[in-house]
């Protein structure tokens, strides 16, 4: 089956600038988006489109594309940025595929 | 503002049906498409299925044999059956409202992202 990976966690101080990969043969072809998760919450979807903010997300949140990579990047990063973050795709044959997730700990 | 509210039992004995409710409130269910997602306590997201407004669904292919869902329009709702059921699907079950999203690469290539979801209900699956 389709895989996505990313990192188990990242930390960062607060200021610096974290950055989560996610990785899969597919992304070439298909968008990634990626989620924003807090403890006992539902995601929060944060980027789409590959790089695409929806409204009411910080813009020190962006997303960039490379091949099979994907980069979520936040800017300065908050005490309030710490979350679990999923990168999420698809494969060829329609189904959606969400990575295993990034643990991100601000320090 | 459109609004996503799963509802069902939160418990359910092994090897029968699990079985739960998306309402969607605050708009109408003719949108993209909508989606089951679970997370096991402490783990990752996993998307289950979708089904169109069409009528239309998609299944993961690791629990396509055991799962349905379901659309009732009339009632802005739709629903997921999972049977029969083990503890291994015990979960957080999240409804979504998936939107299409097309990229060119050497063809159109369509995905779903999910920009609304519902708040989650806990499942757990006990003999």
């Known amino acids: 089956s389709y895989e996505l990976t990313q990192p188990p966690s990242v930390s960062m101080s607060p200021g610096q600038t974290a950055r989560i990969t996610c990785s899969g043969d597919?992304?070439?072809?298909?968008?990634v988006y990626w989620y924003q998760q807090k403890p006992g919450q539902a995601p929060v979807l944060v980027i789409y489109k590959d790089r695409e903010r929806p409204s009411g997300i910080p813009e020190r949140f962006s997303g960039s594309s490379s091949g099979t990579r994907v980069t979520l990047t936040i800017s300065g990063v908050q005490a309030d940025d710490e979350a679990d973050y999923y990168c999420?795709?698809?494969?060829?044959?329609?189904?959606?595929?969400f990575g295993g997730g990034t643990k991100l700990t601000v320090l | 503002q459109v609004q996503l509210q799963e509802s069902g039992p939160g418990l359910v004995k092994t090897s029968e049906t699990l079985s739960l409710t998306c309402t969607v409130s605050?708009?109408?269910?003719?949108?993209?498409?909508w989606n089951w997602i679970r997370q096991p306590a402490g783990k990752g997201l996993e998307w289950i299925g979708r089904?169109?407004?069409?009528?239309?669904?998609h299944y993961s292919p690791s629990l396509k044999s055991r799962i349905t869902v379901s659309l009732d329009m009339a009632k802005n709702q739709f629903s997921l059956s999972l049977s029969p059921v083990t503890a291994a699907d015990t979960a957080v079950y999240y409804c979504?409202?998936?939107?299409?999203?097309?990229?060119?690469?050497?063809?159109?290539?369509?995905?779903?992202?999910?920009?609304?979801w519902g708040r989650g209900t806990l499942v757990t699956v006990s003999s």
């Open positions: 089904i169109y407004t069409s009528g239309i669904t």
């Open positions: 999420q795709s698809a494969d060829n044959s329609g189904t959606w595929v």
């Open positions: 979504a409202r998936g939107l299409t999203s097309q990229k060119y690469s050497d063809g159109w290539y369509r995905s779903n992202y999910f920009d609304l």
């Open positions: 605050g708009g109408s269910i003719s949108s993209d498409s």
């Open positions: 597919g992304l070439p072809n298909h968008y």
